[in-house]
């Protein structure tokens, strides 16, 4: 067991990013922003209808991020996985960049570490409808398998803006011209190169002074976005608290016992084969 006040730190920035979150996407909903038309379309509602229909969706989602702030039930913290899972998955539906949704795990990411670490969701409907503890310690297997969807999370999102920046998108030309760089474009592929190769850095190998700047650089750089600048950078608070998680999470363990994800991955496969074998 890893008995530390540092689960706990882990157990409530996943559980803030994630209400802050589902919190932030709401409010677009409220204030109906206008390119959630193009993902209601998907499933062939027009506009006039997904005008009705946003803030309906918008307060829904201010509830749930209000209750998993204040009364996290394990099956709304469940619901939430799929729900972002869902509306990321929207954007390359309706014709966006791939990496828009790569963009958007720690959307769901949050979330799904915050189940690891409170137990999943194993049990009956009244433990599904019971709110998650604050547990002071988790299991080697917990931790274990925290890290991995940290890093995955981590490792996506920071691949997903990274291809967008060397993509050129628009938003972000916007933003660096704003800030003052001559040479938009350049100041794009840039940034882009560092994000991915960041990225791989956190898949092959988290380093705590890398993660510590990765969450600074994240939470400063969303600050500027050209539009809605408040409600982007909460509603980006899932990428902020995955990486602040791993962050916390990589003072349970030494240096010595972090693994590569592809080393671990081939050896949870291969115990699961045993298994297979074993019983059969």
């Given at each position: 067991m890893f008995k530390t006040n540092t689960t706990q730190k882990v157990h409530y920035t996943l559980r803030i990013a994630s209400a802050l979150?589902?919190?932030?996407?709401?409010?677009?909903?409220?204030?109906?922003?206008?390119?959630?038309?193009?993902?209601?379309?998907?499933?062939?509602?027009?506009?006039?209808?997904?005008?009705?229909?946003?803030?309906?969706?918008?307060?829904?989602?201010?509830?749930?991020?209000?209750?998993?702030?204040?009364?996290?039930?394990?099956?709304?913290?469940?619901?939430?996985?799929?729900?972002?899972?869902?509306?990321a998955l929207l954007r390359p539906l309706s014709g966006e960049p791939f990496p828009e949704f790569l963009?958007?795990?720690?959307?769901?990411?949050?979330?799904?570490?915050?189940?690891?670490?409170?137990?999943?969701?194993?049990?009956?409907?009244?433990?599904?409808?019971?709110?998650i503890k604050t547990k002071r310690s988790i299991t080697k297997k917990q931790l274990s398998e925290l890290m991995i969807v940290l890093r995955l999370v981590i490792f996506f999102l920071l691949l997903g803006h990274g291809l967008l920046n060397v993509m050129g998108k628009k938003n972000l030309l916007d933003e660096y011209s704003m800030l003052?760089?001559?040479?938009?474009?350049?100041?794009?592929?840039?940034?882009?190169?560092?994000?991915?190769?960041?990225?791989?850095t956190v898949f092959i190998r988290p380093l705590r002074q890398l993660i510590l700047l990765l969450f600074l650089w994240k939470m400063t750089s969303e600050l500027f976005y050209p539009k809605y600048e408040i409600f982007e950078w909460i509603e980006r608070s899932g990428s902020y608290g995955s990486i602040l998680a791993l962050w916390f999470a990589l003072d349970l363990i030494s240096v010595h016992e972090i693994k590569?994800?592809?080393?671990?991955?081939?050896?949870?496969?291969?115990?699961?084969?045993?298994?297979?074998?074993n019983r059969s």
């Open positions: 979150c589902f919190m932030g996407h709401g409010i677009f909903g409220v204030i109906t922003r206008p390119v959630w038309c193009n993902y209601f379309a998907v499933f062939g509602i027009d506009h006039a209808l997904s005008y009705q229909l946003m803030p309906v969706l918008g307060y829904v989602d201010i509830f749930f991020g209000l209750l998993i702030l204040f009364y996290p039930v394990r099956a709304v913290v469940f619901w939430l996985v799929i729900w972002g899972f869902i509306t963009e958007r795990f720690g959307n769901f990411g949050a979330p799904l570490a915050l189940l690891i670490i409170s137990g999943g969701m194993k049990g009956n409907i009244k433990n599904w409808l019971s709110p003052g760089f001559i040479a938009p474009a350049e100041t794009a592929m840039m940034i882009g190169l560092f994000e991915i190769v960041a990225a791989i590569s994800i592809p080393f671990k991955i081939y050896n949870y496969a291969q115990s699961v084969s045993l298994t297979f074998k």
